[in-house]
């Protein structure tokens, strides 16, 4: 099965700095890369996702980059502010499958003012 | 919002109980997810069901048992209760399909066994 590793596990920056979180996967049938954004004891929420056909998406702050031949994605968050402080998850799915998206164990992203 | 509901929001039971967690998905979702999160934890995924029938299942112990029914809202069963099973369990919906297989949490229950 699938298997997604993310790295690192605490992420520490200053307000203002950029933050990068990076996942591999291991399937290569993987073709649709969501990622979380998780504040404590709150639900997980979709911040941005990116499909297999596409390089690079952007979204405000934030952007996602994909490498298929090297089986790994980033999160890239521009301009960080204290309210990005949180859980970032990556995950990996197969529309070929359930769609059930493996996910990595999580990053503790802290920006401190 | 996601759209997505779950009920109850906190559960406090004791050991050996049996408790049930509902999820209502958004509105045309087909699919439904249930995970586990515990302390400093990933999300394990335990189970999906599809249009009322069980599709995946994930590290779902023999004593948790899940249904969707026919309006598509789904339940949880947790039964003989550990200490360990304490924990936030989310459920998540989604289309289901190629182009729509994002999923959407709900609020999630927070689970205390004492």
């Known amino acids: 099965g699938e298997n997604v590793e993310q790295h690192p596990s605490t992420l520490s920056v200053q307000e203002g700095d950029s933050a990068v979180i990076k996942c591999t996967y291991s399937d290569s049938a993987s073709n649709y890369f969501p990622w979380y954004k998780q504040e404590l004891g709150k639900r997980p929420q979709l911040i941005i996702d990116i499909r297999s056909n596409v390089g690079e998406k952007k979204d405000q702050r934030i952007a996602v980059t994909l490498n298929k031949t090297a089986k790994h994605f980033s999160l890239h968050i521009t301009e960080t502010q204290p309210e990005d402080s949180a859980v970032y998850f990556c995950a990996a799915s197969s529309s070929g499958g359930s769609y059930i998206p493996t996910f990595g164990r999580g990053t503790s992203l802290i920006v401190h003012p | 919002d996601s759209g997505v509901t779950q009920t109850p929001k906190h559960l406090i039971t004791a050991t050996g109980q049996r408790v049930t967690l509902r999820c209502s998905p958004r509105s045309g979702d087909l699919s439904v997810y249930w995970y586990q999160q515990s302390l400093d934890q990933g999300l394990q995924f335990l189970i999906q069901y599809y249009n009322g029938e069980e599709r995946a299942k994930g590290n779902i112990l023999e004593r948790f048992s899940a249904q969707q029914f026919p309006d598509l809202h789904s339940e949880l069963n947790l039964s003989s209760l550990e200490l360990g099973d304490s924990a936030l369990y989310f459920c998540?919906?989604?289309?289901?399909?190629?182009?729509?297989?994002?999923?959407?949490f709900g609020p999630g229950t927070r689970l205390t066994v004492l």
């Open positions: 998540a919906s989604s289309l289901l399909a190629p182009s729509t297989d994002t999923q959407y």
